[in-house]
């Protein structure tokens, strides 16, 4: 059964619209959620995490996410991109484990 | 950046030979993981160790093996490459295997098995 679900494979967007990536998890146990981010021929590198407490997360370049337990969500949402966000964005989820489990990722292009 | 180096970044090889690719990391980490990249599918896990010579499979280890000698290394060889094990390799530390940790990404191999 997929943990992790990214329904969007790929969002358009202009420049300096808001733009929300969505994730849903599938988990009853304690989860652990992040959100990375993969420019083009590079590696990941981390957005944000939530852990437990505050369920608004911020993270770098201005982006931040919501855990919703009840909806079991944690959408990604930034006010206002830029022509530099474009990028691929994937959420990842832990089940209380030493694993990451990857959802397949969104494209998000930003056009001028 | 997290210091992870991966070695080749890129290689091109036959169907049927044998191919290592490695992971060498300066920070000291426990956990050393190996994920591939394929469009539709995100990342899956291959191997992970936990400690030098401590591996465990991940979701998609069949046709691949692992081995860590030392803290540093972690390598990863395709016993017999098939077309199918064309993809991007990352390679991936974090500091321990507690839930919350971050894990720490390379810069990626990509590997084409032709």
């Known amino acids: 059964a997929q943990s992790v679900t990214q329904l969007d494979s790929q969002v358009p967007v202009f420049e300096e619209a808001p733009v929300e990536l969505r994730c849903n998890y599938s988990?009853?146990?304690?989860?652990?959620l992040f959100w990375y981010v993969q420019y083009p021929n590079q590696g990941l590198q981390l957005l944000l995490k939530?852990?437990?407490?505050?369920?608004l997360v911020k993270g770098i370049n201005g982006f931040e996410a919501e855990f919703n337990k009840s909806q079991t969500s944690f959408h990604l949402r930034k006010p206002s991109v830029h022509i530099s966000d474009t990028a691929e964005y994937f959420c990842?989820?832990?089940?209380?484990?030493?694993?990451?489990?990857f959802g397949t990722g969104t494209r998000l292009q930003v056009f001028p | 950046d997290a210091g992870i180096t991966q070695s080749p970044r890129h290689k091109v090889t036959e169907t049927g030979t044998p191919v290592t690719l490695r992971c060498h990391q300066t920070?000291?980490?426990?956990?050393m993981y190996w994920y591939r990249q394929d469009p539709g599918h995100g990342l899956r896990l291959i191997h992970y160790?936990?400690?030098?010579?401590?591996?465990d499979k991940g979701e998609v280890s069949d046709g691949y093996s692992v081995s860590r000698s030392k803290t540093e290394d972690f390598l990863l060889t395709l016993e017999s490459a098939t077309s199918s094990q064309t993809s991007v390799y990352f390679c991936?530390?974090?500091?321990?295997?507690?839930?919350?940790?971050?894990?720490?990404f390379g810069e990626g191999s990509w590997l084409t098995v032709v």
């Open positions: 920070e000291n980490h426990r956990y």
């Open positions: 990842a989820v832990n089940l209380n484990t030493d694993k990451l489990i």
């Open positions: 991936a530390i974090s500091e321990s295997g507690a839930p919350g940790n971050t894990i720490y």
């Open positions: 160790s936990y400690g030098v010579k401590d591996t």
């Open positions: 988990s009853s146990v304690s989860v652990y």
């Open positions: 939530y852990l437990s407490g505050s369920t």
